[in-house]
Nanobody
């Protein structure tokens, strides 16, 4: 029943910033941990960030740590990903997904998430 929609992708120059949003178009997001994944052409889908259901804990992949920040607003049923200091290697389609059970976000495992959005493309290029 839960349906998610990503938005905010686009073209940005290296060093620039972009803010992605994940919104529940149906169902409620506040009962779930939410993770962001990305998939670059020819590569596996990579978990890059996770936030617990109350927003009290977060986790990041080493590739984005210190540059990306995940946050949520449960009243609005949205999760955001602020991306700063973007690099060409950040170019990918970005997806959000909700945890299937209670989740502490120590790990970001694809099999533990569902209700995937359709993705939003981020291109970092001069």
């Amino acid at each position: 029943q839960l349906q998610l929609v990503e938005s905010g992708g686009g073209l940005v120059q290296p060093g620039g910033s972009l803010r992605l949003s994940c919104a529940a178009s149906a169902g409620r997001l506040d009962y779930r941990a939410v993770a962001w994944f990305r998939q670059a052409p020819g590569k596996e889908r990579e978990g890059i960030s996770c936030i617990t259901r109350r927003g009290t804990s977060t986790n990041y992949a080493d590739s984005v740590k210190g540059r990306f920040t995940i946050s949520r607003d449960n009243a609005k049923s949205t999760v955001s990903l602020q991306m700063n200091s973007l690099k060409p290697e950040d170019t990918a389609v970005y997806y959000c997904a909700a945890s299937l059970t209670d989740y502490v976000c120590n790990l970001i495992v694809r099999q533990d998430f569902g209700s995937w959005g359709q993705g939003t493309r981020v291109t970092v290029s001069s």
